[in-house]
C-alpha cells in the first residue's frame, strides 16, 4: 500500500513539472513584454510566470476533488525546485540560495493573496491596482491602461483555466490563451 502512494505521489509530481512548464510558456508570451512594457528582467519575468502559475494553482484548489489540491501543490513544489535550479546555474552561492528562494516564495505568496480577492470578485480595476504595484512596482502613472490590459489577460485566463476539465490538468494539459492587444 505504501509503494503504491509513492508511485502516485511521484505522477503528481510529474504532472506538476508539465502544468509548471505550460505555465511558463504562457507567460513568455512576447505581448507582455513588448506590448505592456513589463520589465525584460528576472524580476519582470518573475511577476508573470508567479502571476500565470498562481491562476493555475487557483484553478486547482477550486476543485472540489482532492486530486486538484495534490496537483496545485506539486505545481508550487515545481516552481520553487526551478527558481532554486536556476538560481544556482547564475551562479549564485550555496549559502545564499535558501534566503533567496525563501524570498521569492515570500513574494509569490503576497502577490497571490493580492490577486484573489479581485479574481473571485471578477474586479478588473482592483486587479490592475495590484498588479501595477507589483508587476511595474508603481512606476506607472495613474491613466496607464497596461494595467488594465494585463488584467484582463488575467481574468481571461482565469475563465479559461476554470472551464478546463480536472481529468485533463491531472492528465499534465493545460490551456492556455493567447494573448492579444
Do not use: C
Amino acid at each position: 500500500m505504501a509503494l503504491f502512494g509513492l508511485f502516485r505521489s511521484k505522477a503528481h509530481e510529474r504532472r506538476g513539472f508539465e502544468l509548471y512548464g505550460q505555465a511558463v510558456q504562457a507567460a513568455r508570451q512576447p505581448y507582455f513584454y513588448a506590448e505592456l512594457s513589463v520589465p525584460d528582467t528576472l524580476d519582470g519575468r518573475f511577476d508573470i510566470v508567479g502571476l500565470y502559475v498562481a491562476l493555475l494553482i487557483r484553478r486547482l484548489h477550486r476543485d472540489a476533488d482532492p486530486r486538484g489540491a495534490k496537483l496545485a501543490q506539486a505545481v508550487f513544489d515545481a516552481m520553487f525546485a526551478d527558481m532554486d535550479t536556476n538560481l544556482r546555474e547564475m551562479g549564485v552561492g550555496d549559502m545564499s540560495i535558501s534566503r533567496r528562494v525563501k524570498n521569492m516564495w515570500e513574494a509569490f505568496h503576497g502577490r497571490a493573496q493580492a490577486y484573489e480577492a479581485p479574481l473571485e470578485a471578477g474586479d478588473a480595476a482592483g486587479l490592475a491596482t495590484a498588479l501595477a504595484r507589483n508587476v511595474w512596482r508603481g512606476t506607472l502613472p495613474d491613466d496607464d491602461d497596461r494595467p488594465a490590459r494585463l488584467a484582463a489577460a488575467a481574468l481571461r485566463t482565469d475563465t479559461a483555466l476554470a472551464a478546463q476539465p480536472l481529468d485533463a490538468l491531472l492528465a499534465g494539459r493545460a490551456r492556455f490563451p493567447e494573448v492579444t492587444a
